[in-house]
């Protein structure tokens, strides 16, 4: 324990007066970074062999009885393809990001204060006074970052490789990561500092885009005539009620998922190659879980406020706008196209699309003859440059509205959405050039 704290005070002092020994100081506190892991997996190896050996004398008891039956063959002797590879990891990731997020959401529950006059405060109370609160509050902050960067990775990898094709799986998938934005939304607003205030406010305020009932609908949603204390006591139900609606959803996604087999990189559904889930498979997600938390741990310790936004560490006050009004990161791309619209209700419809197109990829499935960008080089090209579009809305979208950002927000705002119809169409093109 006190080497990590020698080597800080280390690189503190010097890292002003001797900034050539700062490169040494890196590389030894890098090497003992290294030394935890390898102890890790060393540990978990010998868990994993201790494992092994009691299973071999309790397998009757996994097939006697029917719960553990049911669990055995979904966690243990679930047929996998062998040739996944660590972007398969992800799924489970997220499964690991949404269990802390709900521990963490549930001991932060019994000490925060929905009210609009104390909400702040008791926030303050947590991080201050609380046991332990401020790990909690940064681990649930920091978390929701974590737990969307493994969720666009994960439907990255199933755009890439056509997981589109079981149907069931992916329509659930996207509903799962809707209503995941929902409850981000709805926890952002939680903490009742100005931007949560005003982001709340110009978020709802979309919905009267809707003709006619528009106005109606958002007088309903805030309680009143704006957001105030009835607006914070419903965000604060359905925060704490749509995780669990997220599990049903994870659930039966899985369910789905188990009945028709995992996608692989080639796109094949063979049994010949499959293998048991584990072994081999939980050691590969056990990799992926130590590195997670590695990152997590690093992130929460050394910069917990890295993607917080300053404007919430201010008490929310109704009387004064901040100059530049942005949501978290992970909706930053939607809003770079709602801004990139002129007319209200079209960005609204653009917003949408942006999340609602993911949920006719299926459609397009026709189209391809083989299951798998790793067979058309073009398409390949496209979704590298997809993802490159997506990272520059994210970029665009914490810019003020001004020349140059506006202009290369309507530009890529188109390149996001050809994307969904020119994939398939030169895949298309691509077979008929193939199998003329």
């Known amino acids: 324990m006190m080497m990590p704290m020698i080597l800080l005070m280390l690189l503190y002092f010097t890292s002003y007066h001797y900034p050539q020994i700062l490169f040494f100081i890196l590389l030894v506190f890098y090497y003992y970074i290294i030394n935890i892991i390898i102890i890790m997996l060393l540990l978990y190896y010998i868990i994993i062999i201790i494992m092994s050996l009691f299973m071999k004398k309790s397998i009757t008891i996994f097939k006697t009885n029917s719960m553990l039956k049911m669990m055995y063959n979904s966690l243990i002797n679930l047929p996998s393809p062998i040739n996944i590879s660590y972007l398969w990891n992800f799924g489970s990731l997220l499964g690991l990001c949404l269990m802390i997020q709900i521990i963490t959401g549930l001991f932060l529950s019994m000490h925060y204060t929905p009210n609009t006059n104390l909400a702040f405060n008791s926030i303050i109370h947590i991080m201050h006074d609380v046991n332990y609160g401020w790990i909690m509050r940064y681990i649930h902050m920091n978390g929701a970052s974590m737990y969307f960067i493994c969720m666009y990775i994960h439907i990255g990898r199933g755009i890439y490789y056509h997981s589109f094709n079981l149907i069931n799986v992916w329509i659930i998938g996207i509903i799962i990561y809707i209503i995941s934005m929902a409850t981000a939304f709805l926890g952002y607003v939680l903490p009742w500092g100005q931007m949560s205030f005003w982001g709340a406010t110009v978020i709802t305020n979309l919905i009267s885009a809707i003709p006619y009932l528009g106005n109606m609908i958002v007088e309903w949603v805030w309680g009143g005539y704006s957001v105030e204390n009835p607006t914070l006591n419903r965000f604060y139900s359905l925060h704490f009620i749509l995780p669990l609606i997220i599990m049903l959803m994870v659930m039966i996604h899985l369910m789905y998922l188990h009945n028709t087999g995992s996608n692989n990189p080639l796109g094949t559904n063979s049994n010949l190659y499959k293998i048991p889930f584990n072994f081999y498979f939980t050691i590969k997600d056990s990799l992926g879980f130590i590195i997670l938390m590695l990152i997590f741990t690093l992130i929460v310790f050394f910069n917990p406020n890295l993607l917080n936004d300053p404007e919430n560490f201010i008490e929310a006050n109704p009387m004064v706008t901040p100059i530049h009004i942005q949501p978290e990161w992970y909706f ?53 440059i997809f993802i490159s579009t997506f990272i520059l809305l994210t970029w665009i979208g914490a810019k003020p509205i001004e020349y140059p950002y506006y202009f290369l927000g309507k530009m890529l705002s188109m390149m996001y959405f050809m994307y969904f119809f020119m994939n398939p169409m030169l895949s298309f093109m691509f077979n008929k050039i193939l199998f003329k």
Do not use: E
């Open 332 to 384: 930053l791309f939607a809003y770079a196209i709602l801004r990139s619209i002129p007319n209200k209700l079209g960005g609204v419809i653009g917003l949408l699309m942006s999340i609602i197109m993911l949920m006719f990829l299926p459609m397009m499935n026709f189209m391809y003859k083989f299951q798998s960008n790793s067979f058309y080089p073009i398409n390949q090209t496209m979704f590298w």
